[in-house]
């Protein structure tokens, strides 16, 4: 009964320990952040030292620098939860690039490359990660996909295809373990003004970066 709901503990993580991919910066900086102030015990992974080590010092949690889009970087931080974090209760993948190209000049190598860091990072973390989360007791699973994978790009023939694969992925891993309580969802954000972005429209110009903010609903840049 809605008497019984204990809505005020629905929006905490007390007592939960999350991993969060890609947390040095950008959105997973903000995605860090949020977690810790609602209770979690984080776990801080970035390819870069320097993110990871500064993220880590700030909110005062364990960090690896490891390179998830590889099998030995998803296989070091395995280890890493086993040996120095123990049980898990959730991830948050944040990980992904979009090198901007125009199709004439695509290579099966960009392509290839879309989807190793875009999407097969994301079944290695799924096939490693999910049994510890499972085995916890159940818990939850975020990944970062984009509004891209919606539809075309001119700017970057790969990226929408490997995130649109990502979406599916993230269906199979809800269906295999959404029975052992795990469950699984990807959203779908459009720009977001990390520093990467802030580069991108200082590049592109002034009335072009407007003309981005327009296309959102509320007519502004994340």
Request: hydrophobic residues 45%; aromatic residues 6%.
């Amino acid at each position: 009964a809605a008497a019984d709901v204990e809505y005020g503990r629905l929006l905490r993580l007390d007592g939960q320990r999350i991993v969060v991919l890609g947390a040095g910066s950008g959105i997973g900086e903000h995605t860090s952040r949020m977690v810790a102030s609602m209770g979690a015990e984080l776990v801080c992974v970035d390819v870069d030292p320097a993110g990871a080590e500064s993220i880590s010092r700030t909110l005062n949690c364990p960090s690896l620098c490891a390179d998830v889009t590889s099998e030995s970087g998803v296989a070091e931080l395995v280890k890493f939860i086993e040996d120095e974090v123990g049980e898990i209760h959730g991830f948050v993948d944040v990980v992904g690039r979009t090198p901007p190209k125009s199709l004439a000049e695509f290579t099966l190598a960009d392509w290839e490359d879309d989807f190793r860091v875009n999407t097969r990072h994301a079944f290695l973390l799924g096939q490693a990660l999910c049994p510890l989360i499972a085995r916890s007791g159940g818990g939850s699973i975020v990944f970062v996909s984009s509004s891209w994978s919606q539809y075309a790009s001119p700017a970057a023939p790969g990226y929408g295809p490997a995130k649109a694969a990502l979406n599916t992925w993230i269906k199979q891993l809800a269906a295999a373990y959404g029975p052992a309580g795990v469950r699984v969802n990807g959203v779908t954000p459009g720009f977001f003004l990390t520093a990467r972005m802030v580069e991108t429209l200082d590049r592109i110009g002034r009335a072009a970066a407007e003309s981005i903010g327009k296309q959102a609903l509320l007519g502004g840049l994340g």
